[in-house]
């Protein structure tokens, strides 16, 4: 069976194969796009490179070109200087966000953090990757992307201090509200993309999920739209090894998550999720080859997740200290600050600097959440539907009337015992 | 809600179904122009011609919805009508459909999406609970999603078994969706209108089996009036319509129970016995205010529905006309729905949908004499 560039997308409404093109595999539009870009196969397009894409090695050395994992239609720049500097602030800060949130979470101040601890090079090259006008679609462990994407930090935290509500803007800054219900925020980035599509926009979004939540149906459905509609999607995997406290092994034998892509015509990429200069490398790419018109991208990241699924799991009934040991020496920012420094791009006082910046949005963080901001019980009725219907006018009623006799009798007690 | 919106409005098409098919059949015969015979198919894809003409972001998809034209032919020549882009089949997926819609309405388009039949929506039952339903709320009204769902609904077609779910009572149950469901062409036509005008996502169940039944409606004077809003605060979005006036008790159905309410009234004036009709159109939001007032006046309530009546639609009403009606009430209020059993097959349906017989039975029930 061979594979001809003669059939297009669906989207592109070209005629069916006629029965003296039989033998051939029906070929998509990202798959067309590949073999004229980069002359491989399609297949070779579609599949991740043999090597996971590795540019900084744990220690903190650049690898050299011919052992990154690159391969033909596979290759990676290495991103600019100032990217790189950027990146390791945002590094910086995401892990004091992380430590400063935990911190909150034991002193009652946050109802819950899902700490993205060990993940943070995922989280910066993720909103780094993203133009303005862009769009990121975030699940509850990525408040440092969202973070780093430009949203206030205190409200990026709204829901973990078990507020009613999202925090931030969604559509001011082009950001979907962090979403706990796995891989269903992966169907609105396809939606958003679509619609930008129809308009003529470039826009590009970047759908974020862990490892277990390709188990679930919506992450399936939202990649087969993403590549029949032929629309600029990157998919992002945080493979942190764990959903809560089953391993990868119990959700998936593919060779690879980053192997699906195939199965829905669009190209897969595996990328070591703690090398901030590969992930930005790999995603750089992805941004540009479906702002291009590649059709949508699947990039799996190889991390750990450093801490417990959230303060409420208990880690040690399912894992290894020796394991944990094992990626406290894969640290993403150790290595990004050995290799800076061997670069020469940071000195001693540019991390002063960056320390700095960073204590301050922990100092933010430990103010904003330790104020107590003030309830209105009638946000209850709100905002439930554009206009409340009468039957929540009459709730909101009861309500009011309820804490207003609250208010009388606690006022009347008062008086008596004057 | 005002007297005006309860007595029948032929210009806002709310004739009773059995004055209008009678007039229907006439004016078939006529020939007249205005006001034609329309299937409550038609006033659909109507509907939906008219809304994508007035606004290029609403979109029709779903699955069959382009070429064939929908399975039911709702969607029929909104394809070649207004192209690829605007109308298209999607992979075979009901989550994907809502959870894609969800993403366009944040990104300005406002789709109108089908569900092939009641029972194939249930794969997008998350999405419509946990986003489609809260996304207004968790974002403090910040985004809207402006959509709607039209779900094929109920039995009376018989449709094999997943084909005639009555669904209504799990999207009503839900805080954060409207939902509305037609019985009328005209109904169909304005509802389906002020669906896709709603900055609030709509489940807009379709009774199937009323697809085919014909009212007298001019399609085009509908249009004038919804689009120079002639009519302004006469939306149908939260009021029931009475469908026919009576003093002994009131019926109080939706959607495919309607025709049959229409005909127990009929044929109790046969009987010397006056039945109210009241058609309650938008189940959320609920029209307390003229249900109340029927059953106060006539002081008699049979609530009629398909769906099981277990913690359903019809118990919710039961519930609400008590609290307010109590002391006008001469009996207690009957129900008449279908059993708590699977929706059954063809061969068992005509004893499960309420029917005629067993509506005027509730009737009788009513303690009529002190």
């Given at each position: 069976?061979?594979i001809?560039?003669d059939?297009?997308?669906?989207?592109?409404?070209?005629?069916?194969?006629?029965?003296?093109?039989?033998?051939?595999?029906?070929?998509?539009?990202?798959?067309?796009e590949?073999?004229?870009?980069?002359g491989i196969?399609?297949?070779?397009?579609?599949?991740?490179?043999?090597?996971?894409?590795?540019?900084?090695?744990?220690?903190?050395?650049?690898?050299h070109?011919?052992?990154q994992?690159?391969?033909?239609?596979?290759?990676?720049?290495?991103?600019?200087?100032?990217?790189?500097?950027?990146?390791?602030?945002?590094?910086?800060?995401?892990?004091?966000?992380?430590?400063?949130?935990s911190?909150?979470?034991?002193?009652?101040?946050?109802?819950?953090?899902?700490?993205?601890?060990?993940?943070?090079?995922?989280?910066?090259?993720?909103a780094?990757?993203?133009?303005?006008?862009?769009?990121?679609?975030?699940?509850?462990?990525?408040?440092?992307a969202?973070m780093?994407?430009?949203?206030?930090?205190?409200?990026?935290?709204?829901?973990?201090?078990g507020d009613?509500?999202?925090?931030?803007d969604?559509l001011?800054?082009?950001?979907?509200?962090?979403?706990?219900?796995?891989?269903?925020?992966?169907l609105?980035?396809?939606?958003?993309?679509?619609a930008?599509?129809?308009?003529?926009?470039?826009?590009?979004?970047?759908?974020?999920?862990?490892?277990?939540?390709?188990?679930?149906?919506?992450?399936?459905?939202?990649?087969?739209?993403?590549?029949?509609?032929h629309?600029?999607?990157?998919?992002?995997?945080?493979?942190?090894?764990?959903?809560?406290?089953?391993?990868?092994?119990?959700?998936?034998?593919a060779?690879?998550?980053?192997?699906?892509?195939v199965?829905?015509?669009?190209?897969g990429?595996?990328?070591?999720?703690?090398d901030?200069?590969?992930?930005?490398?790999?995603?750089?790419r992805?941004v540009?080859?479906?702002?291009?018109?590649?059709?949508?991208?699947?990039?799996?990241?190889?991390?750990?997740?450093m801490?417990a699924?959230?303060?409420?799991?208990?880690?040690?009934?399912?894992?290894q200290?020796s394991?944990?040991a094992?990626?406290?020496?894969?640290?993403?920012?150790?290595?990004?600050?050995?290799?800076l420094a061997?670069?020469?791009?940071?000195?001693?006082?540019?991390?002063?600097?960056?320390a700095?910046?960073?204590?301050?949005?922990?100092?933010q963080?430990?103010?904003?959440?330790?104020e107590?901001?003030?309830?209105?019980?009638?946000d209850?009725?709100?905002?439930?539907?554009?206009?409340p219907t009468?039957?929540?006018?009459?709730?909101?009623?009861?309500?009011?009337?309820?804490?207003?006799?609250?208010?009388?009798?606690a006022?009347s007690?008062?008086?008596?015992?004057? | 809600?005002?007297?005006?919106i309860?007595?029948?409005?032929?210009?806002n098409?709310?004739?009773?179904?059995?004055?209008?098919?009678?007039?229907?059949?006439?004016?078939?015969?006529?020939?007249?122009?205005?006001?034609?015979?329309?299937?409550?198919?038609?006033?659909?894809?109507?509907a939906?011609?008219?809304?994508?003409q007035?606004?290029?972001?609403?979109l029709?998809f779903?699955?069959d919805?382009?070429?064939?034209?929908?399975?039911?032919?709702?969607?029929?020549?909104l394809?070649?009508?207004?192209g690829?882009?605007?109308?298209?089949?999607?992979?075979?997926?009901?989550?994907?459909?809502?959870?894609?819609?969800?993403?366009?309405?944040?990104?300005?388009?406002?789709?109108?999406?089908?569900?092939?039949?009641?029972?194939f929506?249930?794969?997008?039952?998350?999405q419509?609970?946990?986003?489609?339903?809260?996304?207004?709320?968790?974002?403090?009204g910040?985004?809207?999603?402006?959509?709607?769902?039209?779900?094929?609904?109920?039995?009376?077609?018989?449709?094999?078994?997943?084909?005639?779910?009555?669904?209504?009572?799990?999207?009503?149950?839900?805080?954060?969706?409207?939902v509305?469901?037609?019985?009328?062409?005209?109904?169909?036509?304005?509802m389906?209108?002020?669906?896709?005008?709603?900055?609030d996502?709509?489940?807009f169940?379709?009774?199937?089996?009323?697809?085919?039944?014909?009212d007298?409606?001019?399609?085009?004077?509908?249009?004038?009036?919804?689009?120079?809003?002639?009519?302004?605060?006469?939306?149908?979005e939260?009021?029931?319509?009475?469908?026919?006036?009576?003093?002994?008790?009131?019926?109080?159905?939706?959607?495919?129970?309607?025709?049959?309410?229409?005909?127990?009234?009929?044929?109790?004036?046969?009987?010397g016995?006056?039945?109210?009709v009241?058609?309650?159109?938008?189940?959320?939001?609920?029209?307390?205010?003229?249900?109340a007032a029927?059953?106060?006046?006539?002081g008699?309530?049979?609530v009629?529905?398909?769906?099981h009546?277990?913690?359903?639609?019809s118990s919710?009403?039961?519930?609400?006309?008590?609290?307010?009606?109590?002391?006008?009430?001469?009996?207690?209020?009957?129900?008449?729905?279908?059993?708590?059993?699977?929706?059954?097959?063809?061969?068992?349906?005509?004893?499960?949908?309420?029917?005629?017989?067993?509506?005027?039975?509730?009737v009788?029930?009513?303690?009529?004499?002190?």
């Amino acid at each position: 069976m061979t594979i001809s560039a003669d059939h297009t997308a669906p989207g592109t409404a070209q005629a069916q194969p006629g029965p003296e093109q039989a033998e051939d595999i029906y070929l998509p539009g990202a798959a067309a796009e590949a073999v004229r870009k980069f002359g491989i196969t399609a297949e070779d397009y579609m599949l991740p490179a043999r090597h996971q894409i590795q540019m900084v090695d744990q220690d903190g050395n650049l690898k050299h070109h011919s052992e990154q994992g690159t391969e033909p239609g596979h290759e990676y720049p290495l991103p600019g200087d100032h990217e790189l500097l950027t990146a390791y602030a945002q590094l910086v800060i995401g892990r004091r966000v992380n430590d400063q949130n935990s911190a909150l979470v034991r002193q009652g101040r946050m109802a819950v953090y899902p700490s993205s601890q060990g993940q943070e090079a995922c989280q910066v090259a993720a909103a780094l990757c993203l133009a303005e006008g862009d769009w990121m679609f975030p699940t509850y462990r990525d408040a440092v992307a969202v973070m780093a994407r430009g949203v206030d930090p205190v409200q990026a935290m709204t829901i973990f201090r078990g507020d009613w509500h999202g925090g931030y803007d969604p559509l001011e800054h082009k950001v979907g509200i962090q979403c706990t219900p796995l891989t269903t925020q992966l169907l609105h980035a396809v939606g958003v993309a679509h619609a930008a599509k129809l308009r003529g926009e470039d826009t590009v979004v970047l759908a974020m999920c862990g490892d277990g939540a390709t188990s679930e149906g919506d992450f399936h459905e939202a990649l087969n739209f993403a590549a029949v509609f032929h629309l600029p999607v990157i998919f992002f995997v945080q493979n942190n090894q764990y959903a809560i406290s089953v391993p990868l092994a119990h959700q998936s034998v593919a060779p690879s998550l980053a192997h699906k892509a195939v199965g829905y015509g669009m190209a897969g990429e595996r990328v070591d999720g703690n090398d901030v200069v590969a992930l930005l490398a790999v995603l750089d790419r992805a941004v540009k080859l479906a702002r291009e018109g590649s059709g949508p991208l699947l990039v799996e990241a190889h991390t750990y997740r450093m801490q417990a699924h959230t303060n409420a799991d208990d880690a040690t009934r399912y894992r290894q200290d020796s394991e944990v040991a094992l990626w406290t020496a894969r640290d993403p920012l150790s290595r990004m600050r050995t290799y800076l420094a061997g670069r020469g791009l940071l000195d001693d006082d540019g991390e002063a600097r960056i320390a700095e910046k960073a204590e301050s949005v922990a100092t933010q963080l430990r103010n904003g959440l330790g104020e107590d901001v003030p309830v209105d019980p009638q946000d209850l009725f709100r905002y439930v539907f554009s206009s409340p219907t009468p039957q929540l006018k009459e709730q909101a009623a009861l309500l009011a009337d309820e804490l207003a006799r609250d208010a009388a009798g606690a006022a009347s007690t008062a008086e008596a015992s004057e | 809600m005002s007297p005006s919106i309860t007595t029948s409005s032929e210009a806002n098409g709310n004739v009773s179904s059995a004055t209008a098919r009678a007039a229907a059949s006439a004016a078939a015969t006529a020939g007249a122009a205005g006001p034609q015979p329309v299937t409550m198919a038609k006033a659909l894809n109507t509907a939906m011609v008219h809304a994508m003409q007035s606004d290029k972001s609403v979109l029709v998809f779903g699955e069959d919805v382009g070429k064939l034209g929908g399975v039911f032919r709702i969607t029929d020549g909104l394809m070649a009508t207004f192209g690829e882009q605007r109308c298209f089949d999607t992979p075979l997926a009901e989550s994907g459909i809502v959870g894609m819609a969800v993403g366009m309405a944040i990104n300005g388009m406002r789709p109108v999406v089908e569900m092939q039949f009641d029972a194939f929506a249930y794969p997008a039952f998350e999405q419509i609970v946990s986003h489609v339903a809260k996304m207004h709320n968790r974002t403090k009204g910040k985004v809207k999603l402006p959509m709607v769902i039209r779900v094929p609904y109920a039995g009376g077609i018989g449709g094999v078994e997943h084909h005639c779910d009555s669904s209504e009572s799990y999207y009503a149950h839900t805080a954060g969706l409207k939902v509305y469901t037609p019985a009328t062409a005209a109904d169909a036509y304005r509802m389906l209108r002020e669906a896709i005008d709603s900055d609030d996502p709509v489940m807009f169940m379709e009774p199937k089996k009323l697809y085919w039944s014909k009212d007298l409606v001019d399609l085009e004077r509908l249009r004038e009036d919804y689009e120079a809003k002639a009519d302004r605060g006469t939306s149908m979005e939260g009021r029931a319509a009475v469908a026919r006036s009576g003093t002994d008790a009131t019926l109080i159905a939706y959607g495919p129970s309607v025709p049959a309410a229409l005909a127990a009234a009929a044929a109790a004036a046969e009987e010397g016995r006056s039945l109210e009709v009241v058609d309650i159109r938008t189940i959320v939001p609920f029209d307390d205010e003229t249900v109340a007032a029927s059953v106060r006046k006539t002081g008699r309530a049979v609530v009629i529905a398909e769906a099981h009546g277990f913690a359903s639609v019809s118990s919710e009403i039961v519930a609400r006309v008590q609290e307010r009606c109590f002391h006008y009430l001469a009996a207690p209020i009957r129900r008449v729905t279908g059993f708590d059993v699977p929706y059954p097959a063809p061969k068992l349906e005509h004893y499960y949908l309420p029917g005629v017989d067993r509506i005027l039975d509730a009737v009788d029930d009513l303690q009529w004499e002190d």
